[in-house]
């Protein structure tokens, strides 16, 4: 977690108990140039409850000192002691508790952490090799059987087909293929070294390549980009109908092995 201007992130623990994490604080985006923002890691427990929140949430009616702002206090944490409540009645109650005064923007974000069974998650470590593309995608077809989803294999493989060959185009070091099947929806991820970003190209008619990214964005419902300090994962997310997912309109005819890369 990093922050910029605004209060460190609150952190509830399972049994409702505040756990203190130092956040190092920065001014906010824009101001202060030249500033590097130092990363807080803490490993989570599944069910603990992360708040993160702007100064207006903070601006209370019974302030003693009459000013507007402030830190967090133990307000916020005991009004979200109770976390095994769902998340919107949490909010509620917690910004009732706070009661922002009437004209102070105020912004709380809820967010629980829990852990997946072992047999939702698939990961692989490929080399950078154009021969691993169809690798990857017998990888995901057998772990989709596997998951009585094949009817997603198609869909699944051109994803995979695009983020894989953009990998290896244009990232370093081996790369990670991970699947992940949670609660109706189906998630692919590939990571590689390089930390540059891709974009979304309008490819022309005469163009032979740069229709990649699109295909990714027409086939998930969404999709996106995380950076760490080693590596970037683009990220494709499905939703899954009774194990099927078909492909939109326009696309059905698309061959895995001719699809044009990123």
């Known amino acids: 977690m990093v922050r910029a201007g605004h209060p460190a992130p609150v952190v509830i623990e399972p049994d409702g108990t505040p756990l203190t994490v130092h956040v190092p604080e920065v001014p906010p985006l824009g101001e202060g ?7 807080a890691v803490v490993e989570l427990a599944p069910g603990s409850l992360l708040a993160h929140c702007t100064t207006g949430l903070f601006a209370r009616r019974d302030r003693a000192d009459g000013q507007d702002g402030g830190a967090p206090d133990t ?10 409540r769902p998340l919107r009645e949490l909010c509620d109650a917690a910004v009732y508790r706070m009661a922002p005064v009437r004209g102070h923007d105020a912004v709380l974000l809820l967010a629980r952490t829990r852990a ?9 470590t490929l080399p950078t090799d154009a021969s691993v593309v ?54 692919a991820e590939v990571t ?8 979304l190209r309008h490819a022309r008619d005469s163009d032979e390549g740069g229709r990649g990214l699109y295909i990714v964005m027409r086939l998930s419902l969404r999709w996106g980009v995380r950076h760490s300090r080693q590596d970037k994962t683009i990220w494709s997310e499905q939703g899954l109908d009774g194990g099927a997912m078909d492909a939109p309109a326009g696309l059905e005819a698309f061959d895995v092995d001719q699809v044009p890369a990123l």
């Open 116 to 124: 997946l069974p072992p047999e939702r998650l698939a990961v692989w």
């Open 75 to 84: 307000g916020l944490e005991h009004a979200l002691a109770a976390t095994t």
């Open 33 to 39: 140039g030249g500033r590097v923002f130092t990363p």
């Open 192 to 199: 590689d070294t390089s930390g540059a970003s891709p974009h």
């Open 134 to 187: 169809g690798t990857a995608r017998r990888l995901a077809e057998r772990q989709l059987a596997a998951w009585d989803l094949a009817g997603a294999a198609h869909t699944t493989e051109l994803i995979i087909s695009e983020l894989v060959t953009n990998a290896i185009r244009h990232g370093e070091g081996p790369i990670q293929l991970r699947l992940i099947h949670d609660r109706g929806r189906l998630l």
